[in-house]
């Protein structure tokens, strides 16, 4: 099995989104892609949307080799924008192993820990260094599914002990993990039968639907309904990075896009009123908690 990291242009940041919903990723080159092979994938982003890192987003699992592309294949499912659409020649079919990442990581780091010797983050690129699957599953939270709750000296205690990590490191990794179970846990359960397994803003049933905090987390008191907004994952990210909000206005909920956020995508949302709101008032999202997101998407940007 190889290991690789594939990179995403900051033109096209739908293409993590698509690659997930269509099962596929397609190439300008034929890569040796086999079955099983592990792709991380990497996002860059333009240095206007400075709210915004390059960062890994996700994981993903070969489950075919590398083909080229037959008359049947096409139209291809990526944007018309994308200025390589003409040069996709190749294809390996994927399934999400892990669909998103909280890894600050930055690619110099990546470099130093995986081995890939690039001059571009756009890859893609095979994993050298024998730890670096491993340093690169670390940075997904991946493979500690045991660690469910709890405080994290008991969080500890579980984690296995093998890990050749500092103890700051080690600590970082088990409170992460801990924050990921809690919210995919009865929180996640409770808004995705609130917002009947959609997204509140597109109304879409999105393969990857995430429980998004309105407020930060910080504790098992956050997981209220009223704290909380179903939303697909891409959507997840400007929220959680203050690229987009929800304010509550004329009794109301309309969304509302920064306006250096220029991909048509999301352009399209800003004054749109949410798609899904709960029937219960309970589950609904906080007015008061939106405030503060407002809040803080204004010291960025003008709503």
């Known amino acids: 099995m190889t290991t690789w990291i594939f990179g995403i242009s900051a ?9 997930k919903q269509q099962g596929l990723w397609d190439m300008t080159k034929a890569w040796d892609v086999q079955p099983d092979d592990h792709i991380y994938f990497w996002q860059s982003h333009l240095p206007k949307s400075s709210a915004f890192k390059d960062r890994l987003v996700g994981l ?37 192993v892990n669909p998103r990442s909280s890894s600050d990581a930055s690619w110099t780091e990546i470099e130093r ?4 010797t690039g001059n571009t983050r756009f890859g893609p690129q095979r994993v050298i260094r024998a730890d670096g699957a491993r340093w ?28 050749d990590l500092p103890d700051e490191d080690r600590r970082r990794k088990v409170n992460a993990s801990i924050y990921v179970r809690e919210g995919r846990g009865p929180f996640r359960d409770a808004l995705v039968q609130a917002y009947e397994a959609k997204c509140a803003i597109t109304g879409v049933s999105a393969p990857v639907l995430d429980a998004a905090h309105i407020r930060p987390y910080q504790g098992r008191h956050s997981n209220d309904p009223s704290n909380g907004i179903l939303l697909r994952t891409d959507l997840h990210t400007l ?14 909920y309309v969304v509302r896009v920064a306006e250096y956020v220029e991909d048509d995508l999301y352009r399209d949302l800003d004054g749109q009123e949410l798609a899904v709101v ?4 309970r589950s609904r ?6 405030a503060e997101h407002n809040d803080e998407c204004r010291k960025k940007w003008k709503c």
Do not use: C
């Open 278 to 281: 709960p029937n219960n008032a």
């Open 113 to 116: 820990r995986t081995g890939v």
């Open 60 to 96: 993903v699992r070969a489950t075919s080799s590398w083909r080229e592309l037959k008359p049947a294949d096409y139209p291809l499912p990526w944007n018309k924008t994308d200025k390589n659409l003409n040069n996709y020649k190749y294809r390996f079919d994927l399934e999400v």
């Open 239 to 252: 929220f959680d990075r203050h690229l987009l909000t929800v304010m509550y206005e004329a009794n109301r």
């Open 136 to 163: 690169l599953r670390w940075q997904l939270d991946i493979g500690q599914d045991e660690i469910l709750s709890g405080s994290l000296e008991e969080a500890l205690d579980e984690f296995d002990a093998g890990e």
């Open 285 to 290: 999202p906080s007015t008061s908690l939106l």
């Open 11 to 19: 033109q096209d940041p739908e293409h993590w989104e698509i690659a």
